[in-house]
């Protein structure tokens, strides 16, 4: 007990020394913390960033069992980790400057979300245009990222900022239209490119049914967490690729509850414990009452 109470003082005269800046100054510490791994979850650089933490934990546990090549060799390949680390996070930290450096300061602090509305939207009319590319069998890929951001494909392609509209789909995948070649990016419910260039699928086993635009949109799936969607130019079939893997062959129908499935929230409101506990006693209620009205 008297260890304990001597903790206790200890930890209140601690906090005593605390200032207000100290707090300030943790809390912005902590927040650019937060960020910055925010920023690297919602890239691919996510695995490489994981490759570091797991060589800084092998040289604190070279030091602790005493392993010294190890840990020579670990400590020289940190010393000129520093460079390799400031050219492999570029096109992060260029990412982040470019947003200090903007007018909108705000995006550095925030994250746009797209509202349930805006991606039903984007779902409904992604389904009636691919319903006509498939029957007039004009070839089409859509790519609907999710939490890793696909800004160097946006860059090889044109940058757009529109609702994703059937019509328009329709003509920007017409095969004499200047757009059609590249993949549609859409990002939080909206249009934001359009004739992106997508990475190749570097799967030997795939088919050799599947032409360039099947392969660029499984590479897109294998490379990032995105939902990509493809109408074949031959054959009209629609097929939807989602971590590498691909849906061949599906009906309207399947494609619109595949797409809901992956890019809607998997727990709608009326499926939340609160929802359904006030269904429930809504339930008893209304039994009670019919009971009562029996009776009388």
């Not at 903790?7 to 100290?22: C, E, L, P, W, Y």
């Not at 890929?141 to 019509?167: H, Q, S, Y």
């Not at 009326?270 to 269904?279: D, H, W, Y």
């Amino acid at each position: 007990m008297e260890q304990i109470a001597a903790v206790a003082r200890g930890m209140v005269s601690n906090f005593g020394v605390v200032s207000i800046t100290d707090i300030i100054d943790i809390a912005i510490m902590a927040f650019l913390i937060y960020k910055f791994i925010d920023l690297i979850r919602s890239t691919s650089s996510g695995k490489v960033a994981k490759g570091v933490i797991l060589i800084l934990v092998a040289l604190g546990l070279s030091n602790i069992f005493r392993l010294y090549t190890v840990n020579f060799l670990l400590s020289k390949a940190l010393e000129y980790g520093v460079l390799a680390l400031v050219i492999l996070f570029q096109p992060e930290l260029r990412k982040l400057l470019e947003q200090v450096g903007s007018s909108n300061f705000g995006k550095v602090f925030s994250s746009r979300q797209a509202a349930p509305d805006e991606l039903d939207n984007a779902i409904a009319q992604t389904v009636e245009a691919y319903t006509a590319l498939s029957k007039s069998k004009t070839g089409a890929l859509m790519v609907f990222e999710r939490k890793n951001m696909l800004d160097d494909a946006i860059r090889t392609g044109t940058a757009l900022d529109t609702v994703v509209n059937a019509e328009l789909l329709k003509n920007i995948f017409w095969n004499k239209a200047p757009l059609h070649d590249g993949a549609v990016i859409v990002r939080n419910g909206r249009i934001v490119g359009a004739g992106c260039m997508l990475p190749m699928s570097g799967n030997v086993n795939l088919s050799r049914e599947l032409g360039m635009r099947h392969r660029a949109g499984i590479g897109a799936s294998e490379q990032t967490d995105a939902v990509v969607a493809i109408v074949s130019e031959e054959t009209g079939s629609i097929s939807v690729a989602v971590g590498g893997m691909l849906k061949r062959h599906l009906a309207p129908e399947t494609l619109e509850r595949l797409l809901r499935n992956e890019l809607l929230p998997e727990r709608t409101e009326e499926e939340t414990p609160f929802n359904r506990l006030s269904a429930l006693f809504r339930g008893k209620k209304e039994g009670q009452e019919n009971g009562e009205n029996k009776e009388k």
